[in-house]
């Protein structure tokens, strides 16, 4: 009965939006939406609004999902069935006032059903005729009464004791009704349904349009990936409801060179900087917009232009999967070997730290070679984050690479995140200060500024010397241990005198006379 009500109310928000829409000038879209809402099936809409109650069972079986006034004979029976103290009393007034006799009862027991009784004076008003002897049936006559029945009465009988069970038959047939009209409808109520997705999605996407401020992308078959100022969908409303700093929009041009084709290979983006700077927020709301306007959204940025993308391939964040032995620098390389072996010049592929899983000459070599594939092979538009910043010397040799980093701000010891996207290589990855503020131990944070100090005036070819130089981490925490005082003759007396007292065996009294005592032993320097 709910999924009628569902269709049922469909079918009346339809009539309400066909009339909202009526006489607009539309796009062709969103007039073939309107034309299917107004060819909606206008008799299985009264049927259902009709019959259907507003308060409805969940199963069919349980009864009572059809409207009162939809059915007489349903009616009746539901009256019976509910209120028949209030039907057998007005049979007793009515019988009452045909035969006047004012003291006639309307009664039931287990033996005889429902029965007529009078007294022995008034029995001639039921018996005294020939017309009365053939309505009313004699059934039993006492000491100082007599009972009676009646065809009528014995009928109600009958249907009260069957009401519930008559009732929930008619509503069944009323529902087999119902259901079969919809499926006959359903090609009519399939686009109706189409038609209200459509319209549904262009309100939404336009309404938050409108309150975010989106911009119309321009989509062609160009090969160009123009962003000004775009913004994570997302995150911007995130911040916006923890009454955080406004989100800082960036650009993202991953278009051909100037000068050249529009229809050649677009460029390649090395993105270093910060952990926490932004990187991985700045690869994912690039891919959003592309998704948002191809979809036919207007999109979170000043301006867009996008070249139709075939496919957008995604590698970011960490992940396993142990349960088919795949550790999570495993499932990295499978995953970023697809996106080797599929992406095409109209791809669009954000890499987000290839090869950190594993050793860091390891991870360096694959992520080089990974980005020279991609430039030379895929040319694909591409934002490839990454914390090797050894790999910003390939801007040298590959024409289509660009160097852009996330801005960041010391300040009295402490880095700040611009979350601006600039021009350059990042010289830092602020790695250090990022697990301070993440609550490492003061001594880990130390202890790590210290190997990374030592790493760097070294330099990483001499990384066995390096490590053999360092001290342990044990002696480096002895080291900034506080030294302990000199003895103290006066805290030796005091420790003295404590260890003497038995607390469990002392007054209150005691206990402030012995603790006045040690304050002046302390105080004592003679």
């Known amino acids: 009965p709910r999924d009628l009500a569902a269709i049922r109310d469909g079918l009346e928000g ?266 991985s927020t700045f690869l994912r709301q690039n891919a959003l917009i592309a998704v948002m306007a191809q979809a036919g959204s207007f999109v979170p940025a000043g301006s867009a232009e996008i070249g139709i993308v075939d496919r957008l391939f995604s590698r970011v964040g960490a992940s396993d999967d142990l349960a088919r032995g795949r550790s999570t620098f495993m499932v990295e390389m499978v995953e970023t070997a697809a996106i080797l072996n599929q992406a095409t010049e109209r791809s669009l592929v954000i890499l987000d730290e290839i090869g950190r899983g594993t050793a860091t000459f390891d991870g360096l070599s694959i992520a080089w070679a990974a980005i020279e594939y991609l430039h030379e092979k895929n040319r694909c538009r591409t934002l490839f984050a990454t914390h090797f910043h050894e790999l910003t010397a390939l801007s040298a040799r590959l024409a289509r690479l660009a160097n852009v980093t996330m801005r960041v701000k010391e300040w009295n010891g402490d880095v700040v995140f611009l979350h601006e996207v600039a021009k350059g290589a990042a010289d830092r990855s602020y790695g250090v200060q990022v697990a301070r503020l993440a609550g490492l131990p003061d001594q880990v944070v130390a202890r790590a500024r210290d190997v990374l100090a030592r790493l760097e005036d070294q330099g990483r070819s001499e990384r066995k010397p390096i490590i053999d130089d360092l001290p342990l981490f044990s002696a480096e925490v002895r080291q900034a241990s506080p030294k302990p005082a000199a003895a103290d003759p006066v805290a030796g007396h005091v420790l003295a005198a404590l260890d003497k007292l038995a607390p469990d065996e002392m007054t209150p009294l005691a206990a402030l006379e012995a603790l006045y005592s040690l304050k002046a032993l302390a105080t004592n320097k003679d």
């Not at 939406?33 to 009709?50: E, M």
């Not at 006032?97 to 287990?110: A, C, D, F, P």
């Open 14 to 279: 339809a009539s309400g939006i066909t009339a909202a829409l009526a006489g607009l000038d539309l796009p062709a879209e969103l007039l073939l939406a309107r034309d299917a809402l107004a060819a909606r099936p206008l008799g299985l809409a009264g049927l259902l609004s009709r019959q259907l109650a507003d308060d409805l069972p969940l199963m069919a079986r349980d009864g009572g999902f059809i409207a009162r006034g939809a059915h007489d004979e349903l009616d009746e029976l539901r009256s019976l069935r509910d209120e028949s103290r209030q039907v057998v009393a007005a049979m007793q007034v009515r019988y009452g006032e045909e035969t006047g006799v004012r003291s006639l009862k309307i009664r039931h027991n287990n033996v005889l059903g429902y029965f007529i009784e009078v007294t022995q004076q008034n029995a001639d008003a039921l018996t005294g005729s020939d017309a009365a002897r053939q309505r009313f049936i004699h059934r039993q006559t006492l000491a100082n009464a007599m009972r009676f029945t009646t065809v009528e009465l014995a009928d109600m009988e009958s249907r009260i004791a069957n009401a519930a069970g008559s009732a929930i038959a008619i509503e069944l047939d009323l529902y087999e009704t119902m259901r079969v009209a919809c499926i006959e409808a359903a090609d009519s109520l399939r686009a109706v349904a189409e038609a209200v997705a459509v319209l549904d999605v262009s309100a939404g996407l336009a309404e938050l349009a409108e309150i975010e401020g989106y911009c119309r992308p321009q989509v062609d078959a160009t090969a160009r990936f123009r962003i000004v100022a775009g913004r994570h969908p997302v995150v911007e409303q995130a911040l916006r409801r923890q009454a955080s700093h406004p989100f800082v929009a960036n650009d993202c041009d991953l278009s051909p060179a100037a000068g050249s084709s529009a229809d050649e290979s677009g460029a390649l983006w090395l993105l270093t900087g910060p952990n926490m700077g932004g990187k």
